[in-house]
């Protein structure tokens, strides 16, 4: 199967791993203006700070294909756990962000970083100094004429020696406590994936071999196969690891999924060092986007990306516009629904596949859809109303998302919003459902029950057998759009 996958959530919590509820009051919690206005003026339910929002699920088994078709749509893993913030609830906005060389604006910081690294691991000045600096040049002319230095690249599997710095780093830079910072909490983060074994743990010395060859020559194939799936890269200054580059390669993409290092080598910079080689591996493997996790524009340790160029995803079109050029357009702390049309107030149908834009003529018109008076609300309860009639689904007819703003204490599981920016919009549902369409969006789907793994059926959206399953199904056809179902095996685990 291409993909076995849990039921959608959405988790409602306190507590934001990013900010932890720190932001100075509504102004940098609130996704737009009027929420925050209704915030000072004491309305409920936006009386109070926002909570971390998320529209997450399990994912059992997952070809690089399809994972990388999920990023595109703003989801990210943590290890086997698929998640993305709903951007127009969550404390924080998040964004997807990716780059490539082209999109690298290289600035005397990138400079600086490159050869003082080059002098510690050559003991010598870079010998590109009086010539236009080349970033691949300057790194790979060096890494390939000294011996102190290395990376090697490997399974993203389990060792001691990998776990000890994991450690020394989430206690030294994040300051966790020494006791929560346990081995099965590495694995699960950095070692476990949904890839199938086949990516990683079947692979040939011979493969790996070839695929650390990636600085001497372009490797975009082995044997004939593309070059995919989770990774660790280890880096070592006189055999010792100092920092570890945790990714998935995918198959147009490098993915940045964490990176390690040892503060005791804070002086080389090697955050911003990693992710410039990792721009240059991502070319050297034939790949066209590096995607360096979510962006925050207000949050300190996200809003550092920014400094390596690139694109922002606009979920609500599944658009990349260029985040220079976005700035100038709207604040990227807010929540972000460009249009060319400045009356636009209902969910614009979301395409099946992204795209990259220029900005020239686009406006901000995210309030106008999604803000207190937006014009989304009424039209997704409508559509509910008549998914509800049409297909018997009482959970669309009777929701409200009135209590998904309210103030969470813990965790709380909700069913999806009728309205969220990135999710395909209830109207586009309804219209696939009047027309007969969303019969055929389900061709390769599997039911399969969890405690039992000998019952199984295949799911058709027409069989009244299956109405158990329709809101499962729908709900992650909002998630991820027609396109995964196109062609894909998926199983449905309950």
């Known amino acids: 199967m291409d993909l076995v996958i849990g039921e959608p959530l959405y988790i409602v919590g306190g507590d934001c791993g990013y900010c932890h509820g720190k932001k100075d009051g509504s102004r940098k919690s609130y996704s737009l203006q009027s929420y925050e206005e209704a915030y000072d003026a004491g309305t409920r339910p936006f009386d109070e700070y926002p909570n971390s929002s998320t529209i997450c699920c399990h994912v059992y088994s997952c070809t690089p294909e399809i994972y990388e078709l999920m990023m595109n749509r703003g989801f990210r893993r943590s290890g086997s756990f698929l998640y993305r913030p709903d951007l127009l609830r969550n404390c924080c906005r998040l964004y997807t962000i990716r780059s490539n060389i082209k999109l690298l604006k290289v600035n005397k910081e990138h400079r600086h970083n490159v050869n003082r690294f080059v002098r510690f691991i050559t003991g010598k000045e870079s010998t590109n100094k009086n010539k236009p600096f ?43 406590d020494p006791n929560e910072v346990s081995e099965k909490g590495f694995k699960r983060f950095l070692c476990q994936s949904f890839f ?5 743990d079947f692979r040939s010395s011979e493969y790996w071999s070839k695929l650390n060859s990636w600085r001497e020559f372009e490797v975009t194939d082995i044997e004939g196969e593309q070059v995919e799936g989770p990774v660790h890269e280890c880096y070592y200054i006189d055999d010792k690891l100092v920092a570890i580059g945790v990714l998935d390669i995918l198959p147009t993409s490098v993915s940045s999924v964490y990176f390690i290092w040892d503060p005791d080598y804070a002086h080389l910079g090697l955050g911003t060092l990693s992710a410039l080689r990792e721009l240059v591996l991502t070319e050297q493997l034939g790949k066209e986007y590096y995607y360096l996790g979510y962006y925050a524009d207000d949050c300190h340790k996200m809003k550092y990306k920014a400094k390596f160029g690139g694109e922002i995803l606009d979920l609500t079109t599944l658009t990349f ?11 990227c702390s807010e929540l972000i629904a460009l249009s060319e049309a400045e009356s636009t107030s209902t969910e614009p149908a979301i395409p099946s596949t992204i795209k990259s834009s220029p900005i020239s003529h686009m406006i901000n018109v995210a309030e106008n859809i999604y803000g207190v008076q937006g ?19 009482s959970e669309f007819g009777d929701q409200s998302d009135d209590e998904l703003w309210r ?17 395909i919009p209830l109207w586009q549902i309804m219209d696939w459902v009047a027309t007969g369409a969303m019969r055929d969006k389900f061709s390769y789907c599997l039911v399969l029950d969890h405690t039992n793994s000998q019952h199984g059926q295949l ?36």
């Open 134 to 176: 080349d970033l691949k040049t300057a790194l790979l002319g060096a890494e390939t004429r000294t011996t102190s230095f290395k990376t090697v690249i490997g399974p993203a599997i389990f060792s001691p020696e990998k776990y000890a710095l994991y450690k020394k780093y989430q206690t030294t830079i994040h300051n966790d």
């Open 196 to 200: 199938p074994e086949l990516y990683s």
């Open 321 to 331: 516009y260029s985040l220079d050029e976005l700035k100038k357009v709207t604040d």
């Open 375 to 393: 014009g989304s609300f009424s039209a997704s309860r409508n559509a509910a109303q008549e998914i509800s009639g049409i297909l018997g689904l």
């Open 407 to 423: 103030r969470a204490e813990g965790s709380t599981i909700h069913a999806l919003p009728l309205v969220s920016p990135g999710l």
């Open 459 to 494: 799911f058709d959206f027409s069989n009244k057998t299956s109405a158990d399953f329709r809101k499962s199904f729908i709900d992650l056809l909002r998630m991820f759009g027609a396109k995964l179902f196109e062609n894909a095996k998926i199983v449905l685990l309950m």
